[in-house]
Every structure is written in structure tokens, then in C-alpha cells.
């Protein structure tokens, strides 16, 4: 019996030390039999914990803006404004994330940008008027801006791709967690401490998530301790870009052109979600911070579960079916339709229960996109995932700047809240036509690896 355990160890250690994708196995490893809990699903839960603190520090705003209106006397379109601080240089560090990890590594880039939004969270806490506020929601969106096209560029590594879908899906159901979690979190901390309290909070949420990813987290999963053979065996094969390889940017960018449209009319929407929505209860209905709290509380709850399932599903579309096309285009434009339908639904009832319902399933149909956008640049790229990512987001982050002051100004101008509600419905029936440009089923090519390239 021990000389079977002996020669089990044996074989595993020398499987090890095999040669795949040009990488050296030579890291010890862990028996499967020994682990509960494996490294993947480990690093799941903590990229899980990264996007559920980034979307509390993100939209914990929303649920304190009437508080910092009546304090430092702004109007619906300088709230906006302040809003969307936060998406100017989000914007921009969409384009750096994949960019920085692949010249600092996935594990150093996200370090920093979860310290850069622990600290500006904290300071949020201390400001004096719209200035200070727009100041701190700018080194917000630093911080906040190449993280997730950086946390793309680890996930393109740790898991095989017949599961991007779903690990793009159950990250970002975990920052829509965040969304569900923080009206009803923030309103306690609010009530028990003041306004200003809620932020000091949840800025230190992030820094205790930076020791955590510091000390579990390596670049290459062949060389965590904690990997085992299985496990391994799953993994895409190891790219072979480094910092010094060239990036065909402009290639890229106009492969991934038509995700970007599509994902700016998502965000559109989603910022409309994640910026008035606890406005739209308070000042529209007139509700008092814990009953919006609980509402708008309810509407992103629905988001997590939409999260979850969307990527499943779609992974699971693009396995039945063989076509990317269905399982990425045809299901995005479907889940516009539906979230723009039920949007336009709310406009049609007073009722108030009827309203959170059609939000709440607005707002379901809305989050089904997430994980599968998300995936789709996984599916044209191997090698500049990250990168690809962070032009796609250039959409959300575009729509973050413009969205919240357009809605702010419409509701000054017209006092009618059915007015930018409509702009957002319309928005997403633009968004349904334009999937169908989007080619997940084509590998994009790097122009600096084919043969003319060489040649030249």
C-alpha cells in the first residue's frame, strides 16, 4: 500500500517536470486528494472579492447623494457631474490595464490599482464641496480603470476557455453583489455613522483584498505551490508575448470596434442603473433612504443573478450549438431587447411594487450580457486578451462620462423622469442591432507574426 503511494507521488512529481507550451513544470505540487478547496476556485473567490469592493467603492456614491446635495447645495446636473468623474480616466485606464500587466504582471497591476481605490474611497469621506468631490471620484476611476482588463489577462491564463464565459459571469455577479448589498450596507452606516463614515469603510474593504491577492496570487498558474496535475491539464497553452513583443493596437482596435458600440450602449444603461436609480426612488416617489435602499437593493439583487447565469448560458449555447455567433451575438441582443422592454415598462405603472419588479427584471435581463461581452475578447484573442478587454470597455467607460450628465441635465430641464428613461430604451434597441457586427468566431491575426511581417 505505501510503496502504491509512493510510486503515485513519484509519477506526479515527474509529470511535473513535463514540457508544455515552452514552460517548465519544475514547481512542486500539491496531491489533488489533499485539497478541499482547489488554487482555481481559491483565485475565483478572491477576483470575485476584487470586483464585489470595486463596485461597493463605485456606486456607494449613488446612495449618498442626496445627503452631499443638501450639504453642499448641488443641483441634479453638478451631482451628475461628480458622477461622472469617476468614468474620465476609467475611460482611459481601460486602455492600460491589459497593457501594465502585461509589462508589470496581472499580480502587481491590480496591487496597485485596489491601493490607489482604497485610499481614494477613505478620502472621499473628507471632502468639502463638489471640487473635492469630483477630485477624489477622478483618482477613483485611476485606480478602478485598468483593473478588470488587467483581471481579464489573469483569468485568459488560469482557465480554459470553455469556461470564460463563466468566470467573466461569476466576477461580475459578485461586483452586481456589491450593487445589491451596498444600499441597505451603506444606509446602516449612514444612519449609524454619517455619510462620510460609509466611505472610510469601504476603503478599507480594498486595502485588506491587496494582502490577500498579494500572497495568494502568481502570474503563471504552473508555478502556484497549490495547483495540481488536473488542474494544469486544463489550461490554455502559455502565451509566448512578453513586455518586449510588439502590440498591434490599431489591428485590434478596429477588430474589437464593434464590442465597444455594443458595450457603450450596455453602459449607457447599466450607469443610468447604478447612478439614479436610489435618486429615481427618493425624489420621484419620495420614498426615505431605507426604503429606496431596499428597493434599489432589490433591482441589483436581480443583476447578480443575471450575472451568474449569463455567461453560463452562454457557454453553454456556444457547446451545444458550436456557433459563437448564438451563444455571443444572438444572446446579447436578446437580453437588450428584453432589459429595454421592461425599462419602457416601468413608464407605463405608478404602482411602486410594479415599478421595482420591472426594474428588478430590467435590470436581470440588463446583466445577462456581462460575463458574455466580456468573454468575447477572450474568444478573438489569446495573446492580448487584457488589452482587448480594456478597448472594449472604452465603451462602458464613454458611456459613464456622458450617460449620467445627459440623464442630470434632461430631469433639471424637464423635471420628467420618463424622458431619459426613454433615451436609455432606445439605446438598447440600437445596441441589439449592432451585435450583429461583432465576430467572436474569428481568431484575430497578429499582423506582426504572419509571414509578410517576417519578411519585411
Known amino acids: 500500500m505505501k510503496q502504491n503511494e509512493a510510486s ?42 476584487m470586483y464585489f469592493i470595486m463596485y461597493l467603492d463605485r456606486v456607494n456614491i449613488s446612495l449618498t447623494a442626496k445627503e452631499m446635495m443638501s450639504e453642499f447645495s448641488l443641483s441634479n446636473t453638478q451631482i451628475g457631474v461628480a458622477f461622472s468623474a469617476f468614468a474620465w480616466p476609467y475611460l482611459f ?14 499580480k502587481v497591476t491590480l496591487a496597485v490599482c485596489c491601493l490607489v481605490v482604497s485610499v481614494s474611497t477613505i478620502c472621499t469621506g473628507f471632502v468639502s464641496g463638489l471640487i473635492t468631490l469630483f477630485a477624489v471620484r477622478l483618482i477613483l476611476g485611476i485606480g478602478e480603470g485598468p483593473a478588470f482588463s488587467a483581471a481579464t489577462s489573469a483569468m485568459r491564463n488560469w482557465y480554459p476557455e470553455k469556461r470564460f464565459g463563466f468566470i467573466q459571469g461569476i466576477t461580475h455577479s459578485a461586483s452586481r453583489l456589491g450593487g445589491c448589498l451596498a444600499p441597505p450596507l451603506v444606509a446602516f452606516v449612514v444612519i449609524a455613522g454619517g455619510w462620510r463614515m460609509s466611505f472610510v469603510v469601504c476603503g478599507l474593504l480594498s486595502f485588506v483584498w491587496v494582502i490577500a491577492w498579494w500572497f495568494y496570487f502568481t502570474d503563471d498558474p504552473r508555478k502556484h505551490p497549490g495547483m495540481t496535475q488536473k488542474e494544469l491539464e486544463a489550461l490554455p497553452v502559455a502565451t509566448k508575448i512578453t513586455k518586449h513583443s510588439r502590440t498591434p493596437f490599431w489591428a485590434l482596435a478596429k477588430r474589437i470596434g464593434s464590442v465597444t458600440a455594443v458595450d457603450f450602449c450596455y453602459g449607457w444603461t447599466l450607469w443610468v442603473f447604478i447612478s439614479w436609480i436610489p435618486l429615481y426612488f427618493q425624489n420621484k416617489h419620495h420614498l426615505d433612504l431605507k426604503s429606496s435602499a431596499l428597493l434599489a437593493g432589490f433591482t441589483f439583487g436581480a443583476g447578480v443573478v443575471g450575472d451568474t447565469l449569463g455567461g453560463v448560458i452562454s457557454d453553454w449555447l456556444w457547446v451545444r450549438t458550436g456557433n459563437k455567433r448564438i451563444a455571443r451575438n444572438l444572446f446579447i441582443a436578446f437580453a437588450l431587447v428584453a432589459a ?13 411594487t410594479t415599478i421595482t419588479i420591472f426594474l428588478g427584471l430590467s ?3 440588463l446583466e445577462l450580457i456581462v460575463g458574455t461581452i466580456w468573454a468575447i475578447p477572450m474568444d478573438i484573442s489569446h495573446e492580448f486578451a487584457g488589452l482587448a478587454s480594456g478597448m472594449m470597455n472604452f465603451g462602458f467607460g464613454l458611456a459613464g462620462i456622458i450617460s449620467p450628465i445627459v440623464f442630470g441635465m434632461i430631469i433639471d430641464k424637464t423635471h420628467n423622469w420618463d424622458i431619459p428613461f426613454g433615451c436609455t430604451v432606445t439605446i438598447c434597441m440600437i445596441g441589439a442591432v449592432l451585435t450583429y457586427f461583432m465576430r467572436p468566431d474569428k481568431q484575430f491575426i497578429n499582423p506582426y507574426n504572419s509571414p509578410d511581417a517576417d519578411q519585411a
Open 340 to 352: 429595454g422592454i421592461l425599462l419602457w415598462c416601468t413608464m407605463q405603472t405608478t404602482d411602486i
Open 363 to 365: 435590470f436581470f435581463f
Open 93 to 106: 485606464g481601460q486602455l492600460l490595464g491589459g497593457w501594465l500587466a502585461k509589462q508589470w504582471g496581472a
Open 8 to 49: 503515485d507521488e513519484t509519477q506526479m512529481q515527474s509529470t511535473s517536470r513535463s514540457v508544455e507550451g515552452g514552460v517548465d513544470f519544475s514547481q512542486p505540487m500539491v496531491a489533488a486528494k489533499r485539497r478541499r478547496i482547489s488554487a482555481t476556485t481559491w483565485i475565483t473567490v478572491i477576483l470575485a472579492a
